[in-house]
């Protein structure tokens, strides 16, 4: 079955330390993104990206990174200068710009 | 300034009910796309409908229904005939642009269903 995967499904990480969420996708998406939850939030878009070697900053970039080498993977590392990492962490690709989102099931990160 | 505006933190209604989530939007762009999001506890997004700026007619997938008002700039989710494992966070999101120029989803802040025996 076709269909995005995140691992881990729970991270902790330490004071400093740098850690990467998994996302990836085997329904031949183009465009793929990651979002952060917080409690009693929404969605709130971190990074996206159109294509492959191409990706743009979400409103909330800032402390984050990402990669876009191949179409199927979209990994995103949470640095150590994002100061309030705790969140629920949720990939998701489309097909294209005015399709659906697909998601993941999801990363909970919490601080040590 | 707010681009989806989900005014019910919390619903309640009985199985078998119908119930009407409230979405407001604010968009100066002519072409833009709604759509409406469940998740249940396990955390997982599932796409409900979605409407188009352009769509003659009001979107329906079974027992949702999208009630799209343009010049009121509103776009409720009516479930009819609530199911108990319809309780879930319902989450309201809009995209901008023409064709290819935005890829961006931004999402409202939700409401919490919650259908009762």
């Given at each position: 079955d076709g269909g995005i995967t995140q691992s881990p499904k729970y991270l902790f990480r330490k004071e400093g330390q740098n850690v990467t969420l998994s996302c990836e996708q085997n329904l031949n998406h183009d465009a793929m993104y990651w979002y952060r939850q917080d409690p009693g939030q929404g969605l709130r878009l971190i990074y996206y990206s159109q294509i492959v070697n191409d990706f743009q900053k979400g409103d909330i970039a800032e402390g984050y990174s990402v990669s876009r080498e191949k179409k199927e993977s979209f990994p995103l590392t949470v640095t150590s200068a994002q100061k309030n990492p705790t969140a629920f962490y949720l990939c998701a690709s489309s097909r294209g710009w005015r399709e659906k989102l697909f998601f993941g099931s999801g990363t909970q990160l919490s601080v040590l | 300034?707010?681009?989806?505006?989900?005014?019910?933190?919390?619903?309640?209604?009985?199985?078998?009910?119908?119930?009407?989530?409230?979405?407001?939007?604010?968009?100066?762009?002519?072409?833009?796309?709604?759509?409406?999001?469940?998740?249940?506890?396990?955390?997982?997004?599932?796409?409900?409908?979605?409407?188009?700026?352009?769509?003659?007619?009001?979107?329906?997938?079974?027992?949702?229904?999208?009630?799209?008002?343009?010049?009121?700039?509103?776009?409720?989710?009516?479930?009819?005939?609530?199911?108990?494992?319809?309780?879930?966070?319902?989450?309201?999101?809009?995209?901008?642009?023409?064709?290819?120029?935005?890829?961006?989803?931004?999402?409202g802040k939700g409401t919490l269903l919650t259908v009762n025996p």
């Open positions: - | 300034a707010q681009k989806i505006t989900q005014t019910q933190p919390g619903m309640f209604v009985q199985e078998k009910e119908a119930v009407t989530l409230d979405c407001t939007y604010d968009t100066s762009d002519p072409s833009y796309g709604l759509f409406w999001y469940k998740q249940p506890s396990s955390g997982e997004m599932i796409f409900l409908i979605y409407q188009g700026s352009y769509d003659q007619q009001n979107a329906t997938e079974g027992r949702y229904s999208l009630n799209f008002q343009k010049a009121r700039k509103s776009a409720n989710l009516v479930i009819s005939a609530s199911q108990l494992g319809d309780s879930a966070m319902y989450f309201c999101a809009m995209r901008e642009g023409s064709r290819g120029s935005n890829y961006k989803l931004t999402f």
